[in-house]
């Protein structure tokens, strides 16, 4: 295309060819732990996170209220909700506050737990605590709202349930405790749904 002047300026028209990618948020640099064989017990349910509503924690615990299958949760964290989370856990044996843990212990507890509770009410980006357990081999059971689905794998790497639906939250964990030893065997196939996102694959991308 002909230059030409406007204004008294010259113009030069030119083209611009652009590669645009969307890429999710890199997976944090992790050293975890070998998940190892599981010891015999109740379905293990661990929630690590802020103690707030809109995480979801009062929404868990009563649904969990519900739940008609042994299990044992944990919670880690803290946050304005903390009072409510202690005086749950003293009236159920079930539920266990650990408070807040360093990176380490959390990695200890990942070992352990058969699956982590995602259940947000908000609009999340991409949580990182979901990369943390599935780098650790552990599947996650998650509200399916904002960028969560696009990190768990249908029955791969976890299961997702409609936000704010305890029927489907109970539907979900009744299969994960049906299948808590076949996702104990398939590690490092949790590992590998989020190798790609690691951050050196993530800087050279």
């Known amino acids: 295309v002909p230059s030409r002047m406007i204004a008294g300026i010259q ?41 707030e509503a809109h995480k979801g924690i009062r929404f868990l615990l009563k649904s969990l209220a519900l739940f ?8 880690a964290g803290e946050g304005s909700l903390k009072g409510y989370v202690e005086e749950f856990a003293k009236r159920d044996p079930r539920v266990n506050y650990v408070g807040f843990l360093a990176m380490d ?31 650790s081999g552990l599947p996650v059971v998650a509200a399916n709202i904002g960028g969560v689905a696009e990190l768990i794998q249908e029955g791969k790497n976890g299961y997702l349930f409609a936000p704010y639906n305890v029927e489907e939250l109970l539907a979900k ?20 749904t989020v190798a790609d996102l690691a951050v050196d694959k993530y800087v050279e991308r």
């Open 11 to 51: 113009i030069t028209p030119f083209s611009v060819y652009l590669d645009v990618q969307i890429i999710p948020n890199p997976a944090p640099r992790l050293k975890t732990l070998e998940r190892g064989v599981r010891s015999p017990g109740p379905l293990r349910l661990l929630f690590a996170g802020q103690l």
């Open 68 to 75: 008609d299958r042994p299990f044992e949760l944990s919670i």
């Open 105 to 135: 212990q959390l990695v200890r507890m990942f070992q352990i737990a058969d699956a982590l509770m995602v259940p947000s009410k908000c609009y999340e980006n991409s949580p990182t605590v979901i990369y943390e357990a599935l780098q």
């Open 173 to 192: 964990l009744r299969i994960m405790n049906e299948e808590k030893e076949r996702f104990r065997d398939l590690a490092d196939q949790i590992r590998a």
